[in-house]
């Protein structure tokens, strides 16, 4: 048996380029130039260990530090973290490209800086280039690679500089793109010759190329499930291009309910809940303490907190929102009572968690403390992790997740202990932003043997596939080029040929049109809403251009052709209709008859149940005698209430003792401290730093009306006895009689 050598199939569009689920291929490789770089370094025993861009970023940062008086000090001093950042894009841009670090003169400022700031210095983390240069020396110092057949799409000139010292070692072989692949005459024949750049004249669309307009996500994804399950025979042949991760899992969860066979469409977020445990304790940090972030730790699905505690201590935040308030004090003493909490473990995990160092708002962070904190989850997330693996059915993502908010936890605090003693709010929210930026994957469905293929673009079609479905013709825009014509030029006269974009550019539209010539039968295209949003997909744009001005200015829609029962229009991509009769809904009752015997009778009400009853009935029936309560969602209270609550607690400190009546000085005195010292406490929204006019209006407001209270009780010779005094008695006995007919 003759074994062939390995064909790498290599283009300059990054991305490694995996064989459809049930397909395996042998000794065959296919992507992006990080494809073939890893494969040579596995060949010549040149493994490169993957770091985390975050560390290469903290390393530069700090040889960027050691530039006094730099053009690039002012942007170091305002966004030390995003200017690094920026700064190692466009050195790793440089270092392929054919540059030597050298500081020569012509060059622009900013990479005479950067060559000075690596002068003398070694970098531990190495960039790309550098992961080529060994592979080139290797090859040079005489390494001999096994047999293989290279083949680059794109012409090797294309590729930056540094690469063309490997590709002389290599057993390249011309690339020949293939004819279109659908049949002569046919509209979609006419758009594959066009993106080819050939010239074709206007065509009416046809059952090979349809375009269909939908007026909401909703419609169209039902549509593409329902027009799978018609012909379910065509399911593994059919290619799904959705750019939106979202909408393909919304694609993936009709399928199921269908029975189809799934895509296996993820997505990538770092919203998981788990891994907001890391923002939300550090923001637990600063004082005043939001009590926004400390109600969404608390009501996190997983976290530290036992949910039992953290269901109660939110309860208490909603009424005032505060840490260290009265109605906090009284539900954590009873939490952690000896009768609730006898060894005390639940009084030390929420003293570790809820009571830490503070600091000021405003004001420097200790990296010690960012670093303890990133050390507490992290051993949160490990331990918990740990304990769900014992379980008898692991919950796996769960686990997963829990392993990436580990990772994270521990990525950010040596992030932060190598950036010095201290840290400032936005700086520290950028660290917090890199540790965090990539997330956790979702998936929604498992990605079924004999289902429909989702790519992400036209590029990933790299195999002759029956048909297209796209579902969404828009498209993001390109990255710009980071250096100005000036410096361009600058820059290859010392013969750095930085790409400005072009080749990279090119390179993905040709992979983009090759991937459309693959198709052999048909090609629907269906137009969302959120298109309006984005831009056309340039390839699209191509095909547009060869579409008949009737096809395009009376382009159906989807919700008409399916009311109008013409879904047989779109042939082939069609499915079965059925009308039915809607229910009409239950008619309108003046009266609503209840048994009497449901009813329990009532000796007491109160001021709000009466109101109620009074100016809506509905309202009052179904609070006071169904017993039907909002949801339990926590939530602070508005701004109203807030005020109000609190101003009203004051006065009720303030003046609760009863006694001689103060006078108006000493009132308004006692009334200002007690403002002072119980806003943190008992309204923390308003002792933000952002709201210290709101504040400081409603300190003078309840100073004046404090004077007026105290003014006009004198004044009329009274004095308090009590504040919320519960006042009891009998009124309105005849309401209550009949209550057979509500």
């Known amino acids: ?31 992006g130039p990080e494809t073939l770089l890893w494969w040579l370094e596995t060949q010549l025993g040149l493994p490169c260990v993957e770091n985390h861009r975050a560390s290469c970023v903290s390393e530069y940062a700090a ?25 190692l894009s466009r050195r790793d841009e440089l270092l392929i490209s054919g540059w030597d670090q050298t500081e020569a003169e012509g060059l622009p400022d900013v990479v005479r800086e950067m060559a000075r700031a690596v002068k003398g210095r070694r970098l531990v983390f190495p960039s790309v280039s550098e992961r080529i240069s060994r592979v080139a020396e290797a090859l040079a110092d005489g390494q001999r690679l096994p047999d293989h057949v290279c083949i680059l799409t794109d012409g090797a000139d294309r590729w930056p500089k540094r690469w063309h010292a490997v590709f002389s070692h290599l057993n390249l072989e011309t690339f020949t793109n293939s004819p279109p692949a659908a049949a002569d005459g046919t509209a979609l024949c006419a758009a594959q010759s066009v993106v080819r750049g050939g010239k074709v004249s206007k065509v009416e669309s046809d059952s090979s190329l349809r375009y269909v307009q939908s007026l909401s996500q909703t419609a169209a994804v039902e549509f ?39 895509m296996g469409a993820s997505a990538s977020s770092p919203a998981h809940p788990v891994l907001q445990v890391l923002p939300l ?43 260290g308030s009265s109605e906090w004090q009284a539900c954590f003493e009873e939490l952690c009572s000896a009768e609730n909490d006898p060894e005390g473990n639940l009084r030390e995990r929420l003293n570790e968690w809820l009571f830490c160092t503070r600091v000021n708002q405003n004001s420097r962070i200790s990296t010690k403390l960012v670093r303890d904190r990133c050390a507490s989850v992290a051993r949160w997330a490990t331990g918990l992790a740990i304990a769900m693996e014992a379980d008898e059915a692991p919950q796996v ?14 990525l950010l605090g040596e992030l932060a202990e190598s950036q010095g ?48 479905i796209w579902l969404g013709l828009g498209t993001g825009d390109a990255a710009a080029c980071r250096w100005s014509t000036d410096q361009l030029e600058a820059l290859r006269s010392r013969g750095i040929d930085v790409d400005d974009g072009t080749n990279s550019l090119t390179s993905l539209r040709t992979a983009e049109a090759r991937g459309l010539c693959l198709v052999e039968n048909s090609l629907l295209a269906i137009s969302l809403p959120s298109d309006i949003e984005q831009r056309w997909h340039p390839v699209w744009l191509a095909v547009r251009t060869i579409l008949a001005f009737r096809t395009l200015e009376q382009t159906p829609v989807l919700e008409n052709l399916i009311n109008q029962d013409l879904v047989s229009s779109l042939e082939p991509f069609t ?168």
């Open 421 to 468: 003693s201290e840290l400032g709010e936005p700086q520290l929210a950028r660290l917090i932003e890199e540790a965090l930026s990539i997330g956790v994957e979702a998936v929604g469905a498992i990605e079924a043997a004999g289902g429909p293929i989702r790519v992400r673009s036209l590029a990933e079609i790299v195999d002759p596939c029956y048909r297209v």
């Open 224 to 262: 593409v499930a329902a027009t799978l399950a018609h012909k379910r025979d065509q399911l593994e042949r059919t290619v799904i291009l959705c750019e939106d991760d979202q909408l393909a899992m919304q694609l993936d969860a009709c399928l199921l309910r269908y029975g189809l066979p799934t």
């Open 1 to 31: 048996m003759t074994i062939q050598p390995p064909r790498l199939m290599i283009r300059l569009t990054p991305g490694r380029l995996r064989a459809r689920c049930g397909v395996s291929t042998f000794n065959e490789l296919r992507g």
């Open 63 to 87: 040889a960027l530090d050691t530039i006094p008086d730099a053009v690039i000090s002012t942007s170091m001093a305002n966004d030390r973290w995003a200017t690094a950042s920026e700064l």
């Open 281 to 323: 304790s550090l923001t637990l940090c600063w004082q005043p303490v939001d009590p926004q972030s400390l109600l969404d730790f608390l009501t996190l699905p997983v976290g530290p907190i036992p949910r039992r505690a953290a269901t109660a201590l939110a309860s208490a935040l909603t009424v005032e929102p505060g840490l």
């Open 575 to 742: 499915f079965a209709t059925e009308s039915t009769e809607v229910e009409p809904p239950q008619p309108v009752r003046p009266l609503w008859s209840v048994d009497p015997a449901l009813l329990r009778d009532r000796d007491t009400v109160s001021a709000t149940e009466l109101e109620d009853r009074l100016a809506c009935p509905l309202k009052w029936v179904l609070r006071h005698r169904a017993n039907l309560r909002p949801g339990s969602i926590a939530q602070l209270p508005d701004d109203y209430r807030l005020k109000g609550n609190f101003c009203h607690r004051i006065l009720e400190y303030a003046l609760n003792d009863g006694g001689v009546l103060p006078s108006v000085d000493e009132a308004v005195a006692r009334v200002e401290q007690l403002f002072d010292d119980r806003l943190e406490l008992d309204a923390a929204p308003l002792a933000q730093s952002d709201r210290y006019r709101e504040r400081q209006s409603l300190r003078r407001e309840l100073a004046n009306a404090t004077r007026v209270l105290i003014s006009t009780l004198a004044s009329g010779g009274y004095r308090i006895k009590g504040i919320e005094v519960e006042i009891q008695g009998e009124a309105l006995a005849s309401l209550w009689q009949d209550q057979s007919i509500v």
């Open 397 to 410: 993502p769960l686990i997963r997740a829990l392993r990436v908010a580990a990772g994270q936890a521990s």
